[in-house]
C-alpha cells in the first residue's frame, strides 16, 4: 500500500503517534541541513540548534543560545582554537577517549631523541634539532633522526635518507 506525503502526516497527526511525527519532523530537518553546506548543527549531540553560516561570516565558531556550546564552522566539532580542523581530525581518527590527552598529544605529535627517548615537538623552522632534556644535548635531524648528517638538517632535500625514497 503507497500513501502520499499528506496522507502520512495525517495518519501521524493522531495523539498517539505524536512522538513517532516528532522524530520524523527532526529527521526530516537533519537530512535538509546535511544537504546544504550553509547550516551546521550545534556539536552538543544533545542539543537541536543550527547555526547558518552566513550570520557568522567574520567568526569560525558560533556559541549556541540554546546550550552555551560553541561550535567550530568549518568542521562542525566543539570549539577547538588554536588547534586546526584536520589536528582535531586526526586526534580523533586515532584515539578513543582511554587515555591520558597529554599521552595522546605526545604520541601523535611528536617524536623520541634519538639518544634519551625523550619527546621533542617540531613546530616550525629547519630540520635542525637540539634534544636540551637533562643535557642531553644531542644534534640531529629531524627528517631522518640522524646525528651523522647535520650538514643537511637545514634543507631535507640534501637529507641521503630523504633521496633514497
Same mark, same amino acid.
Given at each position: 500500500?503507497?500513501? @502520499? ?44 540548534? /543550527? ?13 549556541? $543560545? ?7 564552522? /568549518? ?11 584536520? $589536528? ?8 578513543? @577517549? ?7 598529544? $605526545? ?12 619527546? $621533542?615537538?617540531?613546530? @616550525?623552522?629547519?630540520?635542525? /634539532? ?16 640522524? @646525528? ?18
Amino acid at each position: 500500500m503507497k500513501i @502520499g506525503h499528506s496522507q502520512f502526516l495525517t495518519l501521524l497527526s493522531d495523539p498517539q503517534h505524536v512522538q513517532i511525527l516528532n522524530r520524523y519532523w527532526k529527521n526530516l530537518t537533519k537530512s535538509y541541513a546535511a544537504d546544504d553546506k550553509s547550516l551546521r548543527w550545534c556539536s552538543n549531540k544533545k542539543c537541536d540548534y /543550527m547555526f547558518a553560516i552566513n550570520s557568522y561570516s567574520q567568526s569560525t565558531f558560533a556559541k549556541c $543560545i540554546d546550550c552555551s556550546t560553541e561550535t567550530c564552522l /568549518m568542521c562542525n566539532k566543539e570549539r577547538h582554537n588554536p588547534c586546526s580542523c584536520f $589536528i582535531v581530525s586526526r586526534w580523533s581518527e586515532n584515539w578513543s @577517549g582511554d587515555e591520558d590527552q597529554s599521552d595522546k598529544w $605526545i604520541k601523535l605529535f611528536t617524536k623520541p631523541c634519538p639518544k634519551c627517548k625523550t619527546p $621533542i615537538e617540531k613546530n @616550525g623552522g629547519c630540520l635542525y /634539532m637540539k634534544c636540551t632534556y637533562n643535557k642531553c644535548m644531542y644534534e640531529f635531524c629531524y627528517y631522518c633522526m640522524s @646525528g651523522e648528517c647535520l650538514n643537511h638538517a637545514f634543507d631535507k632535500r640534501q637529507c641521503t635518507k630523504f633521496n633514497k625514497t
